[in-house]
Every structure is written in C-alpha cells, then in structure tokens.
C-alpha cells in the first residue's frame, strides 16, 4: 500500500455570488483577488506542517471503525464506518466508552460523518465508493432523546438525497468524482463535500436541514484542494472552515 500524505484545509466561508469575473476568492489564498467572485481553483497557500497531539487510544472493540466525532453535552460522540453496526457511541473525553445505542430503523451501508445543530445530531450514509448508489441518505436523531442515560435504542429520521449534477452512475470503483465523506451543519443548511477520485477537487452541495421525499443536492462551488477530502469542521466563532484529507 502506497504512503499516505494526511493533510488539512483551512478555508474562509464568504458568500458565493454568480458573475462573469473567476479568480481566487479565499482571502486567506496568497493570491486572493478581491474583484473576484468565483472560485476557478487557483488560490495558492504557503504549505505548512503540524503534528497532531495525541489524545488518548479508544481501545473498545466496538470502535473498530471509527468515521466522526463530535462534542455534544460535555461527552464526544462517534460511528463507524459502512459494514459496522448502524449504532451511535458516547464516550467521555478520554475516550473511554460509556454506552451503545443502537438506531432500530437505520441500516449502515456506509456511514461517513456526523455532524450536529442545536437541536439534532446528523450521520451521514453517503459513502459511493463505487459512484452507483442511489439510495444516499442522512439520518436525524433528536438531541433531548439521546441524552436520555437509559437510552439504548432510538429511531431516527431517514432523508434521501441525490446529486444535482449526477446522471450517470455506471464507474469503476474509486473512479469517479460522486463519493463523499465530510459534511457540515450550518445555520438551516448541510453542507456536503464531495471526494473525487478522478480530479481531487472537492464539490460543494447544498442540502436543507430537513425535506420530505427525496432532495436534490444543489452544487454550489468546486474547490481544487488537490487530494481526497474525508472530513470537515467549522469553527462557530470565527466562520473558518478545515478539510481534512490525504493524498496517495
């Protein structure tokens, strides 16, 4: 297996605007054009290096897989990824594992994130490796169910999605751009980032917080991040927005 290059985005959230004029709209870019207002994926950054601290190692079995965390009620919450059981786990903050629950009406084919707004932990079952699924879903679980202590199974809301630019959905495995891992919750919108296989660029969908039926993923922007996207996160405070992702 060949080496794999982990690395990190940092990204500013500014409003999208459609117009003739294309340059690099990330004010944090070395080459960031003010008059610009698409992104035409020539923003250059100064390459840095970080070495992540170690936390703790979540030793339980049951997180064999882990694909997500985030912090909610003072305790970390995490899935696994596709295959593994469609379960949701609460951990304190040194990783130990506190309980199990088990979501009774969700099936995980490949969960890839979690993500959360005030009021509902999102997981998304977006995972495409092969570019063919159309059965691409987010599941809702309330938050005031979940902090229940004696919780151990709980149903969530199941929301189909489709790709707004997708029609063809005949690829070979990892040959296609229509795989995603990272997602954000922001304000009444999900935010999907997909994972090309073919160019490494990343799309930007749109989706809302809740619909009926089956959504359309509305593509609102492509990024040329150069690599693999599998997670992201926002910073509430200051709007700045990590990729999270490697290269082969």
């Not at 295959?83 to 995980?108: F, K, M, P, W």
Request: overall charge negative; charged content about 20%.
């Amino acid at each position: 297996m060949g080496k794999k290059i982990i690395y990190i985005i940092a990204l500013s959230v500014t409003p999208l605007f459609l117009s003739a004029q294309e340059g690099c709209t990330d004010p944090l870019a070395n080459n960031f054009d003010p008059a610009a207002s698409v992104n035409n994926g020539s923003c250059m950054y100064d390459l840095t290096s970080y070495t992540p601290q170690e936390i703790t190692n979540l030793s339980s079995p049951l997180l064999n897989e882990n694909s997500g965390l985030i912090y909610f009620d003072g305790y970390i919450w995490t899935i696994n990824d596709g295959g593994n059981s469609s379960s949701i786990y609460q951990l304190d903050t040194l990783g130990n594992l506190i309980r199990e629950i088990h979501v009774s009406n969700a099936q995980n084919v490949d969960w890839e994130a979690i993500s959360q707004n005030s009021t509902e932990i999102f997981i998304g079952d977006f995972g495409n490796n092969s570019g063919a699924r159309q059965n691409l879903c987010i599941y809702s679980i309330d938050k005031l169910e979940i902090q229940d202590p004696f919780l151990t199974d709980i149903s969530a809301e199941k929301r189909y999605f489709v790709y707004e630019d997708q029609t063809e959905f005949t690829w070979s495995t990892n040959g296609h751009n229509y795989d995603c891992e990272a997602f954000i919750t922001l304000e009444d919108s999900l935010y999907l980032f997909s994972k090309n296989w073919i160019d490494e660029h990343t799309k930007l969908y749109c989706l809302p917080i809740s619909w009926a039926d089956t959504a359309t993923a509305v593509l609102i922007d492509s990024l040329h991040v150069d690599g693999l996207i599998t997670d992201a996160s926002i910073d509430d405070n200051s709007g700045n927005l990590m990729l999270l992702g490697y290269k082969n």
